[in-house]
């Protein structure tokens, strides 16, 4: 018959256990709230008001406008990006239909680095290249996005060097934080107009939270149409 381990001996692997839960939980909160690559950015409440213009893409003339509230860190937000809006920019932006607005609104209690990524694309803007950052941002979600890393910074960076932007006015945009209001406008913005989800889209004055096809935005502006 073998002997039985003395409870002692049971009590210290427990306890060692625990100690290790215990550091670990506390290197996990350090590495979150660390300053380096402005890592877990969130909004100044204190900003002065700007107004909510969002970023514009088609015919400004268009009869029709499609306003859409997304995080750039929102998941479902991404997959729509990735796979429905090409066919909704390709039939109905593209052809005159209807116009689209995007308007950030970054969730940032659930989705930490999505401010820094609204920053990188409002830079980009200021060098004529939004839409290519707001299209490389949804189609690397899984390079740069919270669970990924705490130094989205590093990540976004690289996407505007792809981009060929000038690298010094975009880290001196970046630095400075210049666009946080044009994004809280926006989440304010959001927030006006009842939004409450992402991603949201705005036709006629009426809001439609989720996905959309085509075919079914083709439906929502037809009986807007002149």
């Known amino acids: 018959?073998?002997?039985?381990?003395?409870?002692?001996?049971?009590?210290?692997?427990?306890?060692?256990?625990?100690?290790?839960?215990?550091?670990?939980?506390?290197?996990?909160?350090?590495?979150?709230?660390?300053?380096g690559g402005n890592a877990y950015a969130t909004l100044d409440p204190n900003l002065p008001p700007v107004k909510a213009e969002g970023y514009q893409l088609g015919?400004?003339?268009?009869?029709?406008?499609?306003?859409?509230?997304?995080d750039f860190e929102c998941p479902g937000c991404g997959s729509w990006a990735t796979l429905q809006e090409p066919d909704v920019r390709a039939k109905l932006i593209n052809t005159g239909q209807a116009r689209f607005r995007f308007f950030d609104f970054p969730?940032?209690?659930?989705?930490?680095?999505?401010?820094?990524?609204?920053?990188?694309?409002?830079?980009?803007?200021?060098?004529?290249?939004?839409w290519e950052m707001h299209d490389l941002l949804f189609q690397t979600q899984d390079q740069w996005s919270t669970q990924y890393t705490s130094n989205p910074r590093k990540v976004v960076n690289g996407l505007a060097e792809r981009l060929s932007l000038d690298m010094s006015q975009f880290a001196q945009c970046m630095d400075s934080k210049k666009h946080q209001a044009r994004i809280k406008a926006h989440a304010d913005e959001a927030g006006r107009l009842g939004v409450n989800s992402t991603p949201s889209f705005v036709i006629g004055g009426k809001t439609y939270a989720g996905t959309r096809t085509v075919d079914e935005f083709a439906a929502l502006i037809d009986p807007l149409l002149p």
């Not at 060692?16 to 979150?32: D, E, Q, R």
């Not at 015919?59 to 997304?70: D, Q, R």
């Open 1 to 35: 018959m073998k002997n039985a381990k003395p409870a002692g001996s049971k009590r210290t692997f427990y306890t060692t256990i625990a100690a290790v839960a215990v550091l670990g939980i506390a290197l996990l909160a350090w590495l979150a709230t660390r300053s």
């Open 59 to 70: 015919n400004a003339n268009a009869p029709v406008e499609i306003l859409e509230f997304a």
């Open 107 to 130: 969730v940032t209690e659930a989705h930490r680095n999505s401010l820094t990524a609204s920053l990188g694309a409002a830079c980009a803007s200021d060098q004529g290249k939004f």
